[in-house]
């Protein structure tokens, strides 16, 4: 039997497997433990942050990646915060990016950021160069499978395969593909609230956001629509659904239909609840912000609720609630979970830090 054989059984075997895993439903859960931010501190730097739409941590590095099309990425050194510089530019060259796509930009280890882009998913290894500065080793970069355009939420599960969300598909919402062949299978079916909508509909009833945990055993989803964690076991194969408790008066979709024409879903009207989604290798840090239905006159949603970070361990148990202030909806946890780090979209030379480890121990 040929090693090109006996890979295609293997990979067989494990999207077969992937498919069968069981999904568990809980109970809403609460929290007991609340905190404000009133240990806030405030941290100078240069104004270089203008229109960020997302913050992460690397091991020595704070990472923001911008929407300006001259400088898609920014580093700060966390030991001191002095800026780094930036890089990435959006273009068509070898090193630029046609369009960047902020759901898979994240570190998976070390001091490696992974930047992706709609046709290229890049691995890139930041350090410091006591002479040039900030160094930057492009390590790795693997293509978009056409599957999972134009969105896509892609990581790298292991050496051999990836993960990512296939929009539009009736199958499942989160799929694998082999590195080798480009090929894949359904990983995590959709949540089953609604089986009379199709897969387009489906798309857009579960919009959702993705991340992995670093040492790849747990992939998160986190939904628009529903006030939802699914959380997914990667050694197992096991999709645990984990609801929090929201006001009752918090309307939650039912049932959703398609329209005769099978292009759209027939209540459009939903309450928007989880918006922005970290995990670390302890705990998930979820945002829920709560507004109500999207008025085209205005173009704004209506706030229901204050902000509030949902941090649960790994295995979607409650840990802590933050209550955010109005503006805090851009932040990053640290890789020890010691602190969360937030920026103020209206102040252009200063980042703040939250303390949290005292309260997660």
Same mark, same amino acid.
């Given at each position: 039997?040929?090693?090109?054989?006996?890979?295609?059984?293997?990979?067989?075997?494990?999207?077969?497997?992937?498919?069968?895993?069981?999904?568990?439903?809980?109970?809403?859960?609460?929290?007991?433990?609340?905190?404000?931010?009133?240990?806030?501190?405030?941290?100078?730097?240069?104004?270089?942050?203008?229109?960020?739409?997302?913050?992460?941590?690397?091991?020595?590095?704070?990472?923001?990646?911008?929407?300006?099309?001259?400088?898609?990425?920014?580093?700060?050194?966390?030991?001191?915060?002095?800026?780094?510089?930036?890089?990435?530019?959006?273009?068509?060259?070898?090193?630029?990016?046609?369009?960047?796509?902020?759901?898979?930009?994240?570190?998976?280890?070390?001091?490696?950021?992974?930047?992706?882009?709609?046709?290229?998913?890049?691995?890139?290894?930041?350090?410091?160069?006591?002479?040039?500065?900030?160094?930057?080793?492009?390590?790795?970069?693997?293509?978009?499978?056409?599957?999972?355009?134009?969105?896509?939420?892609?990581?790298?599960?292991?050496?051999?395969?990836?993960?990512?969300?296939?929009?539009?598909?009736?199958?499942?919402?989160?799929?694998?593909?082999?590195?080798?062949?480009?090929?894949?299978?359904?990983?995590?079916?959709?949540?089953?609230?609604?089986?009379?909508?199709?897969?387009?509909?489906?798309?857009?009833?579960?919009?959702?956001?993705? &991340?992995?945990?670093? !040492? *790849? +055993?747990?992939?998160?989803?986190?939904?628009?629509?529903?006030?939802?964690?699914? %959380?997914? @076991?990667?050694?197992?194969?096991?999709?645990?659904?984990?609801?929090?408790?929201?006001?009752?008066?918090?309307?939650?979709?039912?049932?959703?239909?398609?329209?005769?024409?099978?292009?759209?879903?027939?209540?459009?009207?939903?309450?928007?609840?989880?918006?922005?989604?970290?995990?670390?290798?302890?705990?998930?840090?979820?945002?829920?912000?709560? &507004?109500?239905?999207? !008025? *085209? +006159?205005?173009?704004?949603?209506?706030?229901?609720?204050?902000?509030?970070?949902? %941090?649960? @361990?790994?295995?979607?148990?409650?840990?802590?609630?933050?209550?955010?202030?109005?503006?805090?909806?851009?932040?990053?946890?640290?890789?020890?979970?010691?602190?969360?780090?937030?920026?103020?979209?209206?102040?252009?030379?200063?980042?703040?830090?939250?303390?949290?480890?005292?309260?997660?121990?």
């Amino acid at each position: 039997m040929s090693i090109k054989t006996v890979f295609l059984l293997l990979s067989v075997c494990f999207f077969l497997f992937s498919c069968q895993n069981e999904e568990s439903a809980e109970r809403p859960i609460s929290f007991e433990k609340s905190i404000i931010t009133s240990e806030l501190e405030t941290i100078k730097i240069p104004p270089v942050l203008f229109k960020e739409r997302m913050l992460i941590c690397t091991d020595d590095f704070l990472v923001s990646n911008s929407a300006t099309e001259d400088t898609l990425i920014r580093v700060f050194d966390l030991a001191n915060m002095n800026y780094l510089g930036g890089f990435g530019k959006v273009g068509q060259g070898p090193s630029e990016y046609e369009h960047f796509v902020t759901s898979s930009f994240y570190s998976p280890k070390g001091n490696v950021i992974q930047a992706s882009s709609i046709k290229y998913n890049r691995l890139i290894d930041l350090s410091v160069n006591e002479e040039k500065g900030l160094s930057k080793n492009m390590i790795d970069q693997f293509d978009t499978p056409k599957e999972l355009l134009p969105f896509n939420h892609l990581y790298q599960l292991n050496d051999t395969a990836y993960v990512g969300a296939k929009p539009f598909d009736k199958e499942g919402e989160v799929w694998c593909f082999s590195l080798q062949s480009g090929k894949g299978g359904s990983l995590i079916p959709y949540p089953d609230f609604e089986p009379a909508v199709n897969g387009l509909g489906k798309s857009m009833l579960y919009q959702k956001q993705l &991340r992995m945990s670093r !040492d *790849r +055993s747990k992939i998160v989803i986190s939904y628009y629509h529903y006030p939802l964690l699914r %959380i997914y @076991d990667t050694a197992h194969g096991e999709t645990k659904n984990v609801f929090i408790e929201v006001d009752p008066s918090f309307y939650i979709p039912e049932n959703v239909q398609m329209r005769p024409d099978g292009r759209n879903i027939t209540n459009e009207k939903f309450y928007a609840y989880f918006t922005y989604l970290h995990v670390t290798n302890k705990y998930i840090y979820a945002l829920m912000h709560v &507004r109500d239905v999207f !008025d *085209r +006159s205005t173009r704004t949603r209506k706030s229901l609720s204050a902000q509030e970070v949902f %941090i649960l @361990d790994l295995e979607g148990n409650p840990v802590l609630k933050i209550v955010l202030k109005d503006w805090m909806h851009l932040f990053t946890p640290t890789v020890d979970d010691e602190y969360l780090y937030f920026w103020h979209p209206e102040v252009e030379n200063e980042l703040y830090r939250l303390p949290i480890g005292k309260y997660l121990n």
